[in-house]
């Protein structure tokens, strides 16, 4: 399997790799609220690298899946749309 980055920068063996955790299940429980639980899991099945919320305390341990949460805030400094 080639190891080439798609137009998002995201490998096919780190997308398949999620995919796989995903689907088994074997990820979960992660979340201190799991009805954060789903959307976490769509976010990894997408191969997004971020979640924007202002609820980032209810995600902590996703670092475990390569989710990085942010504030909105945060988020539009990290693209430079704020000071």
Do not use: Q, Y
């Not at 798609?6 to 955790?21: D, V, Y």
């Amino acid at each position: 399997m080639t190891d080439e980055l798609n137009s998002e920068g995201i490998s096919r063996r780190f997308a398949l790799k999620r995919l796989g955790a995903v689907a088994s299940g074997a990820w979960r429980p992660a979340l201190r609220d799991p009805s954060d639980e789903l959307l976490l899991e769509v976010a990894m099945a997408a191969a997004c690298r971020n979640i924007v919320t202002h609820n980032v305390r209810d995600f902590a341990g996703s670092e475990r899946f390569a989710v990085h949460i942010c504030t909105p805030r945060e988020w539009l400094t990290k693209i430079g749309e704020r000071p």
